[in-house]
């Protein structure tokens, strides 16, 4: 297990887990929505406690998700039993993972892209071309540069992600959002991307 995975895991295990909102990303169900993504291979990268990957399985998706974190898996798996609803969860690097399986057709990741950038993007990169196929859908969502908010919450610029992906994927839509705080507070100003993989 890489530092990065530790260090990821160590957190689960201590409960410092500010990102963890428990609530279903409202971001998540308005793209699904608005863009009429129908239910088919979904990968959910950085999965948490699984809050995201259940919805998904209980709109008819085929879910696998990733974590680097057995801890946040270990809540994951018993929140999908008691959700009724089947999810293959695997423990894995994000930076490094190739599941030996057919290619994803919708991958999903709410603070993933702009954790790993700094640590391995050009890993972070192939994991994503070993695990999706020419028009695969990726909704990732990242904190935005636009606004000061906590320090400790890692930032992306429109530039940084153009910059970043657009290699290997076309930007379908663009857009800033505010992620889910617990209780009734608005989170941070962030970006929500809808990637589709090009033809390569």
């Not at 993504?37 to 406690?49: N, Q, S």
């Not at 972070?124 to 990732?140: C, D, I, R, V």
Request: proline share 4%; aromatic share 8%; glycine share 8%.
């Amino acid at each position: 297990m890489s530092e990065f995975a530790i260090r990821w895991n160590e957190r689960y295990q201590n409960n410092d887990t500010p990102w963890d909102s428990r609530q279903v990303s409202k971001e998540l169900k308005r793209v699904i929505e608005e863009h009429q993504i129908k239910p088919a291979r979904a990968l959910e990268l950085g999965c948490g406690t699984g809050t995201n990957a259940i919805h998904l399985a209980q709109q008819g998706f085929e879910v696998t998700a990733v974590d680097f974190s057995e801890r946040a898996l270990e809540t994951a798996a018993m929140k999908a039993h008691e959700a009724n609803v089947e999810i293959k969860f695997i423990l894995g690097d994000l930076t490094d993972l190739h599941l030996a399986v057919t290619p994803f057709d919708f991958l999903f990741d709410r603070g993933v892209y702009h954790c790993v950038r700094n640590e391995n993007l050009p890993g972070f990169l192939n994991t994503l071309k070993k695990n999706t196929h020419p028009g695969s859908l990726w909704l990732s969502l990242s904190g935005s540069t636009n606004e000061e908010h906590d320090e400790h919450i890692p930032k992306v610029s429109e530039e940084d992600i153009k910059q970043d992906l657009g290699g290997l994927f076309d930007i379908v839509q663009l857009r800033e959002f505010h992620f889910e705080d617990e209780g009734e507070r608005q989170g941070p100003l962030g970006w929500s991307v809808l990637l589709r993989r090009k033809e390569n």
